[in-house]
């Protein structure tokens, strides 16, 4: 984990740091420009994930309170859910959207987001 953060942010920083630190960061997004939001409803605050040219920038942001409010934020995209639906894997996210208990905005941050927790390796 990181001492910078705590919490969900720290796991985030973590996987990215050690991207980072092999080298693997820009060969795994492939100098995209990514921009996303990531907030675990059960364990705030949400997280902001900022990646450009092999660097990488994590934005914990506490002041939200409601899912409902990201939508007010710039971003290529993000997702809110309990941490046990996204742990439980596509079909616990595609239930959980349609029982309205996950928000969405763009699926690929969902890939991004897989990229970043399992390392960079291909998912």
Do not use: H, W
Not at 20 to 45: A, H, R, S, W
């Amino acid at each position: 984990m990181s001492p910078l953060f705590e919490g969900i942010p720290a796991v985030l920083y973590s996987g990215l740091y050690v991207l980072d630190v092999y080298g693997k960061l820009e060969q795994t997004f492939q100098g995209k420009k990514i921009n996303i939001i990531v907030y675990i409803t059960d364990f705030p605050p949400a997280t902001q994930i900022k990646i450009d040219g092999g660097q990488f920038e994590i934005i914990p942001l506490e002041n939200i309170k409601d899912p409902k409010e990201l939508e007010d934020l710039e971003c290529d995209g993000y997702v809110a859910a309990p941490l046990e639906i996204l742990y439980g894997g596509v079909g616990a996210i595609m239930k959980g959207i349609r029982e309205k208990k996950v928000k969405i905005k763009n699926m690929k941050v969902l890939l991004s987001l897989a990229k970043i927790l399992a390392g960079g390796v291909e998912v």
